[in-house]
């Protein structure tokens, strides 16, 4: 029921035994200690967990750990070097988009993948990438116009 | 989450002997975005997974001579950035792109969405609209079957134990393909209805016509009547209403928390309506 999986976390690679049933939120948080990605649901519908998985935004809590031998994970802890900020994170502040916080991290890595892919996105497409984020916060239109702002600051 | 053996195979042939000596105690994973809901509900407790992310023969989208074929663990991405797709089948790209969310979308498989068998599941009516084929395989040799005999029920399908879904094979585009989504959120919701039509227009009158149907039978299905009133037919609004009035006939909806029967067998009525015109008239945006 054990495997053993090698990965890259943050820059760093880790070789770890892993019960079969544990999934790479688990891992991440309990097992590595990055705790920067949240459980929500734990079903694949908030966002709450999201990576990125060798560059591609996905639900850390819907993917066994088994499943990412070799892989590249990335986490918001290292989206930047210790005690710097993402665009994204720093908009994210300034226009209010943050009130719990809860959501946040998903925001971020879903925000980012988005804008590595496409430094110049539409609104749509904004609020198309972040549609599997939930914030019961906001009301969303303070997170959109934080990511647009950071769109016109890299521009 | 009972405990199970995990299995990575790293290709086909491991694969299939895994299915083959394991048998109706092992699950297939391919995504593992319903998978994972199951097995942490304890609605499937099987002793093995076997994943399939590692198998590389199963994943990618390539042309032959008869058309193309579409590996079953290609994702939803993989469809959505596909070029070949977006000048081929639009309707499958626009069909991938209604499904969960982006990340969701990372993982989810095109054939995962057709082995869960929900009635629901989106990609199912273009590919039934598009002839689609699919490719089931084990140790014991392959077969070849249409997507419509696949389906058996909700959550069934043709598959027997030791045997997985390879391929999705689509023969060259004749005509043109649209699918309506009706849902009651633009995203992460799953079809109340799904509508699927083609028409391959020859001459002044139909050569060939499918409607497909979503959500509102046990398995994805076909309107063969509705098929038949325009097929070898011309063109018109009436002709267009009476087909929308058969596939609407032909369906065997019920009631759920998403909608009632008689709401979802008015909204097949409406969209076929709809989704024939606008495919006549050549209308690219079409309200689902």
């Known amino acids: 029921m054990k495997s053993q999986i090698t990965l890259t976390v943050n820059g760093e ?71 710097d900020l993402h665009p994204v994170q720093r908009e994210l502040i300034e226009k209010g988009g943050i009130q719990c916080g809860f959501c946040t991290p998903g925001v971020v890595m879903s925000a980012v993948a988005l804008l590595d892919e496409n430094p110049n996105p539409s609104e749509a497409e904004v609020r198309e990438a972040l549609a599997g984020n939930l914030c019961r916060c906001t009301g969303y239109a303070k997170i959109i116009e934080a990511v647009m702002s950071a769109v016109e600051d890299s521009g | 989450m009972r405990p199970f053996t995990h299995h990575a195979p790293s290709d086909l042939e491991t694969a299939l002997q895994l299915l083959s000596d394991l048998g109706s105690q092992a699950v297939i994973l391919a995504g593992g975005t319903d998978l994972l ?95 689609a084929e699919v490719l089931l395989v084990s140790t014991k040799g392959k077969r070849q079957l249409p997507l419509q005999d696949f389906f058996r029920g909700p959550g069934e399908q043709a598959l027997q134990a030791g045997e997985l879904l390879s391929e999705i094979i689509l023969p060259h585009p004749q005509g043109e393909t649209i699918y309506l989504k009706h849902s009651f959120r633009a995203y992460m919701d799953i079809a109340a209805v799904g509508v699927a039509l083609r028409l391959h227009a020859n001459g002044g009158t139909f050569a060939a016509a499918r409607v497909a149907l979503g959500a509102v039978a046990p398995t ?54 709809r989704g024939l015109t606008a495919l006549w008239q050549g209308t690219e945006q079409v309200a689902g």
């Open chain 1, 13 to 83: 690679r880790h070789t770890l035994e892993i019960d079969s049933r544990r999934t790479l939120l688990d891992l991440l948080r309990n097992d590595l200690e990055f705790a920067g990605t949240h459980r929500g649901c734990d079903s694949g519908e908030c966002g709450a967990c999201t990576v990125h998985m060798n560059g591609i935004p996905v639900p850390s809590c819907m993917l066994l750990a088994a499943d990412c031998d070799n892989t590249e994970i990335l986490t918001v802890e290292g989206l930047q070097p210790e005690g």
């Open chain 2, 37 to 131: 809901l199951n097995l942490r509900e304890g609605t499937l407790e099987p002793d093995s997974v076997v994943s399939l992310r590692q198998v590389a023969e199963l994943r990618g989208i390539h042309e032959d001579k008869h058309g193309l074929r579409i590996g079953a663990t290609t994702t939803l991405r993989d469809i959505i950035r596909s070029q070949l797709l977006h000048r081929q089948h639009p309707c499958l790209v626009h069909a991938a792109s209604l499904i969960g969310s982006v990340q969701v979308r990372s993982l989810a498989t095109i054939g995962g969405n057709l082995c869960n068998a929900a009635p629901s599941a989106d990609m199912a009516p273009p590919l039934l609209a598009l002839d």
């Open chain 2, 220 to 273: 994805p299905m076909r309107a063969k009547a509705a098929e038949q009133e325009l097929e070898g037919q011309a063109p018109s609004e009436d002709r267009f209403a009476r087909a929308a009035a058969l596939a609407a006939e032909a369906c065997t909806p019920i009631d759920d928390v998403r909608a009632p029967a008689w709401y979802r067998r008015r909204i097949v009525e409406i969209l076929t309506r």
